[in-house]
């Protein structure tokens, strides 16, 4: 078993940035990925990053502004977001899964979310 909790949502202006985190405990040595879904729309992959953090995956749409990262020595997981747009705005999950990729139903364990509000 493995529970996740996020956390360093809120509110920024459009152009500004938010560190999120998520803290894994349990067995951690899983990939990770960060996912959001916005009001009335469909839980979308924003990146994911395998068990050593040697090899990431993005979204075309985050991609050269977001950054993920993981210390295992903390069993966290870091989603750096830059330049945010309000096309960002959404509830932001983490998730634990087997193998590194942006295929939703792979993941195996999901915390419980944390709201990103960009304004314009």
């Known amino acids: 078993q493995v529970q996740l909790v996020e956390s360093g949502g809120g509110l920024v202006q459009a152009g500004g940035s938010l560190r999120l985190s998520c803290v894994a405990s349990?067995?951690?040595?899983?990939?990770m990925g960060w996912f959001r879904q916005a009001p009335g729309k469909e839980r979308e992959f924003v990146v994911a990053?395998?068990?050593?953090?040697?090899?990431?995956i993005y979204a075309d749409s985050v991609k050269d502004r977001f950054t993920i990262s993981r210390d295992n020595a903390k069993n966290t997981v870091y989603l750096q977001m830059n330049s945010l747009k309000p096309e960002d705005t959404a509830v932001y999950y983490c998730?634990?899964?087997?193998?590194?990729?942006?295929?939703?139903?792979?993941?195996?364990?999901w915390g419980q979310g944390t709201q990103v509000t960009v304004s314009s």
């Open positions: 998730a634990a899964a087997s193998i590194t990729t942006r295929q939703e139903d792979e993941y195996e364990y």
């Open positions: 349990g067995r951690t040595l899983y990939a």
């Open positions: 990053i395998n068990s050593w953090g040697g090899g990431t």
